[in-house]
């Protein structure tokens, strides 16, 4: 499999898979009209990753907003990121917000509560 490269947008954050290091980074906020249509590839990224390496896999989000189905988007991928770890893989995420900036705070924190693999929030 090869990098992942999202161009970034007003609505939509960048996204760049780095397959060799086993790194899925996301910056940007996140409201576009159709949240699974733009985030497909990057799901099938995660997908496949998790299907083909045997390495870890971390999600590095410096996320700024995100509308209700670009949530739903990242909950499926967790959830699959979940059922990889309980199996044994390797996962984590590290969610840096602005320290301004409560309300994404108290959203990883939500989703935080949904993962037992190591998922970190990150004050800057």
Known sequence: ??????????SSPTVRGEWENGILYMEGDSYPENSYELY???VAW???????SSEPLTL??????????????MMDMF?????????GRQVAVNWYF???????AELAEEFKEDCT????IIGK
């Open 60 to 73: 590095e989000l410096t996320l700024l907003y995100l509308n209700t189905s670009s949530i739903k988007v």
């Open 1 to 10: 499999m090869n990098d992942l490269l999202i161009e970034g947008s007003v």
């Open 40 to 42: 497909s590839s990057m």
């Open 98 to 104: 602005d320290a301004e900036n409560e309300r994404v």
């Open 117 to 120: 693999f190591p998922f970190k």
């Open 46 to 52: 995660v997908a496949c990753y998790l299907k083909e």
């Open 79 to 87: 959830d699959e990121m979940e059922e990889c770890f309980q199996e």
